[in-house]
């Protein structure tokens, strides 16, 4: 800690009057005349980041003239400093807040940095660090140009973030959608989905007056903003026209299995949509249906919460077999019992399936001539209903733990499916198929609409 004593030409630009070593590091308290400007006194103390000033003003006299207060900050030399310290395993916070605080000072910086650091630590911080800073969201526009795609992304995630608050911004995310790198064409796309249906028009714009490339991207972001009804008539129906085509010449894929799906030995899909009381069925290749069902089940509860209870896709004929994929009902025990038990009275036989691609999870339910003939489920094992199936005799249940010489295989719902009807995870190519898939609509559906998402046909 110094003291000084010395005249300043002008206190209002006090640290730029400091020696170049000491700016943004001091904090200095001056006895100012108000009258003269003259430093009556001075008090300078050496501080981490820089500091406020308050200069008081205390003539002689019995008249107090207002007080006056000045920032004395150097950002030249405070800014490379933070930047140096973005490394600090024990800092890194307090220096992100300090660099968010400097705003327009640190952008700058944090863009080279950013676009230059090979350290992972430095770049993680550093990009916290940008995407909080204190300016207009508009600064962040021109970064969505820069030559390194870690701006861009970074920029564009913050528009993201501001969801439509960044709409005025909306445009400038378009060219991104075509971007040589792959992860800004990601973020541009989550940028814009996340600022919603106010971006509808120019991607509806950019449809009809883009490049090849950027109409076939802005046709997925319309899908991904708001889903089946962002399109507009002439987009859904060349989405009709390719669907046909594709079906002329389909063949079977092995389907991801995450959730649950009924198998019912029907041919009549009429039936099904009654049963279900589904409604407003469109043809849908196989690969679309499964694209739907998975799209669904994985997309956010809390920005669409209606996602998982919507539509539902119901399969061709494959053999005699009749798949229902989706949640038109609740999946618990006695919701699942009690629909196969009904739906078996209708059909003779109703099987429901659930696979899960994140845990364990597997389940199966078999429903003869209105009766639950077996219930099981791996996470709730104790509620199980029946006898085990032939098909599970000589294999492990999933919920037990094998001993050390237990050499038995798992019994999964795939493995039960692939017994007793249709085994979707894994079709041969020979398999028998007639007719096309269906997508239609639930209760649920009938109200709140498609969910979103762009869909691969």
């Excluded at 307090?94 to 605080?101: C, I």
């Excluded at 492990?396 to 050390?404: F, K, L, R, S, V």
Aim: net charge negative; with cysteine.
């Amino acid at each position: 800690m110094h003291a000084l004593r010395a005249p300043l030409a002008d206190p209002g630009h006090v640290g730029d009057q400091l020696p170049q070593p000491l700016r943004g590091h001091v904090q200095l308290q001056l006895d100012v005349d108000s009258g003269t400007g003259d430093v009556v006194r001075s008090h300078v103390s050496l501080l981490p980041f820089g500091g406020t000033v308050a200069t008081r003003s205390e003539p002689s006299g019995r008249t107090r003239r207002p007080r006056r207060k000045f920032v004395v900050r150097s950002c030249a030399v405070e800014i490379p400093t933070l930047i140096e310290r973005l490394a600090d395993p024990d800092d890194w916070h307090v220096v992100t807040a300090r660099l968010q605080k400097l705003g327009d000072a640190a952008f700058d910086p944090l863009v080279e940095t950013l676009a230059s650091t090979e350290d992972r630590e430095v770049a993680g911080n550093a990009a916290h660090a940008f995407r909080g800073l204190e300016v207009p969201l508009g600064r962040y526009v021109p970064a969505l140009t820069h030559p390194h795609p870690t701006v861009r992304d970074h920029a564009a995630y913050v528009l993201q973030a501001a969801g439509a608050e960044a709409l005025p911004h909306a445009h400038a995310l378009l060219p991104l959608l075509c971007d040589e790198d792959g992860d800004v064409r990601r973020r541009a796309g989550f940028a814009l989905e996340a600022i919603g249906a106010g971006v509808v028009p120019l991607l509806r714009e950019l449809r009809r007056t883009g490049t090849v490339h950027e109409r076939r991207a802005a046709l997925v972001a319309l899908a991904d903003v708001g889903g089946p009804e962002a399109l507009d008539d002439a987009d859904r129906a060349l989405v009709e026209r390719l669907i046909r085509v594709k079906l002329l010449d389909e063949d079977p894929e092995e389907m991801h299995l995450c959730g649950g799906w009924y198998a019912l030995p029907t041919t009549d899909q009429a039936a099904v949509l009654k049963a279900f009381d589904l409604s407003d069925a469109v043809p849908v290749t196989m690969r679309l249906g499964a694209a739907a069902w998975n799209n669904d089940q994985h997309a956010s509860t809390r920005d669409s919460p209606h996602a998982g209870c919507s539509r539902v896709y119901v399969s061709p004929d494959f053999e005699g077999w009749t798949l229902v994929f989706g949640r038109p009902l609740d999946h618990d025990g006695k919701q699942v019992g009690t629909r196969c038990a009904e739906l078996s009275r209708a059909f003779g036989a109703a099987h429901w399936y659930g696979m899960s691609c994140g845990d364990g999870w597997t389940a199966w339910c078999v429903a003869e001539r209105g009766e639950v003939r077996r219930y099981y489920d791996a996470f709730a094992s104790e509620d199980q209903v029946g006898e085990p199936l032939p098909v599970e005799e000589g294999l492990m249940p999933p919920h037990e733990y094998p001993e050390d010489d237990d050499d038995r295989d798992d019994c999964w719902a795939t493995t039960v499916a692939a017994e007793m009807s249709v085994d979707i995870a894994s079709l041969a190519w020979d398999v028998g198929i007639s007719g096309h898939g269906l997508l239609a609509l639930t209760g649920c559906g009938r109200e709140h609409g498609h969910p979103r998402g762009a869909l691969e046909i």
